[in-house]
């Protein structure tokens, strides 16, 4: 008979509003990392900051917490219902012996009360306060500095021009942890030493690496690596982290700078300079100047996670290299220069290398993260490049402009790679699909044209 495992316990995640579209998948790949589920007794309403989890342990609880910067903060959570009387009617139920370890005559309280979509008064707040008074509460009220924090979280739903009287859902926990919000503030791409004109987001940068599940002593690889900032998030989780880029003035920081009021980069700006900022250099393994259309790499799994953002056009064009007989050619003439032959790099090429890539290189489990352009009037779940040995995890939209939209795609390997693997997007049929998108660049700036003749037209009448 199989052994049962440990006991799932309920704990309350309160969710910071945005980015909305990534929490779901974020919190999925954190639950599979750290041990969890979502509970069975409640809906998961995707739009509502309040999610009812079963972890196993409060240890786990702190791990997701630990990693998450969707999430604002988790509670064991001691009751719930949809009504002051059934919230009652679940703390009365909830076992005693859970209760008493934070509610000794030695310790320290405060019951702290959070609503959403509605503001209360604080003479509402201590009526629901003193509402409660049936807890075997015994330790004494510190409001600067308690032991144990207990909260009521109220939910007045979604629709702030139509905000009910009462509550649609009632919480009471204990907080357990906060989460990583603080990390999009600290590694702001404002205050970081080398940038570049696509450096990503903090924000978005700890949401790949968490969408890539990615935990300490792994080795995670960015194909296109740009200023490297990809690699910092996922330094931050302990990750060894290597990266390649065609362009070798951004590899090793020379050129032109990307910030304002600085006309040339200077003689530290580079990648290893940027994990140096954050006390991350350990985990620099190395950038390399190589193009991606021809990888570099001996065969075999290599990496446990790959993490992008591959040029599409719009500020930096997809590039590879030329022919051979030009490459020499040029080489011979302006080595010192690292001037190279450049030819067109469609976009459905760059995805379809990308997803061979992974499906070659990354260890089984893996997860490959990267984003895909799209042009939203002629979107469809078929053109998102495919491969039989990934499963598609996640596809998340972030609005680019009213017609265009880039999706985080989050894959999984789950099949080893075989050589009848390599060229198998040409028989599926989604190839095809998808190579209408090679003209992104034009279908975006042509909208972009658009709205600025119409804006001037607007403003003539």
Known sequence: MALAGPALRRYLLLLAQEPLEFRLPEITSLLSLCGGQFSGEQEIRVNSPFWILNIPSEEMARGLMKR?????????????????????????????????PYLQSDSTYKVHI??????????????????????????KVNLKNPEHIFWILEDYGMNPNDVPEEPIHLYFGRWIADGQREL??????????????????????????????????????????????????????????????????????????????????????????????????????DALVADFSRPVWRKGMLFDAIITDPPYGIREAPRRMG??????????????????VSSSYHLSDIFFDL????????????????????YRPEYTEEIIPRHPCLKLISN??????????????????????????????????????????????????????????????????
């Open 68 to 100: 998450t910067v969707c999430a604002k903060s988790i509670f064991e959570l001691w009751g719930h219902g949809k009504s002051a009387g059934e919230l009652y009617a679940s703390l009365k139920n909830y076992p005693t012996d859970k209760m008493l």
């Open 114 to 139: 959070h609503t959403f979509n509605k503001t209360l008064t604080q003479a509402q707040k201590i009526k629901k306060i003193d509402a409660l008074e049936f807890l075997p509460f015994k330790g």
């Open 184 to 285: 999009i503030e600290s590694y702001s791409v404002k205050k970081r030493h080398f940038i570049g004109n696509t450096s990503m987001d903090a924000c978005l940068s700890f949401i790949m690496a968490n969408h890539g599940r990615v935990k300490p002593n792994d080795i995670v690889y960015d194909p296109f690596v740009g200023t490297g900032g990809l690699l910092i998030s996922s330094a931050h989780f302990g990750a060894y982290v290597c990266g390649t880029d065609i362009d070798y003035n951004t590899i090793h920081g020379l050129g032109k700078a990307s910030r304002k009021n600085q006309k040339w980069r200077g003689p530290d700006e580079n990648i290893r300079a940027n994990l140096r900022q954050y006390g991350l250099e350990k985990y620099y393994l």
């Open 323 to 340: 022919s051979q007989k030009e490459t020499v050619k040029l080489v011979e003439r302006s080595t010192e220069n690292h001037f190279f």
């Open 355 to 374: 997803l061979k890539f992974g499906a070659e290189y990354l260890v089984m489990g893996g997860r490959l993260v990267y984003w895909l352009p799209i």
């Open 396 to 461: 998340c939209e972030q609005l680019l402009s009213s017609h265009t939209s880039r999706r985080l795609i989050t894959m999984e390997k789950v099949k080893e790679f075989k050589d009848q693997d390599e060229n198998s997007y040409l028989l599926d049929g989604q190839y095809m699909p998808y190579r209408g998108h090679n003209s992104f660049r034009e279908k975006y700036f042509s909208g972009v044209t658009k709205r600025i003749a119409k804006e001037e037209k607007d403003n003539q009448k």
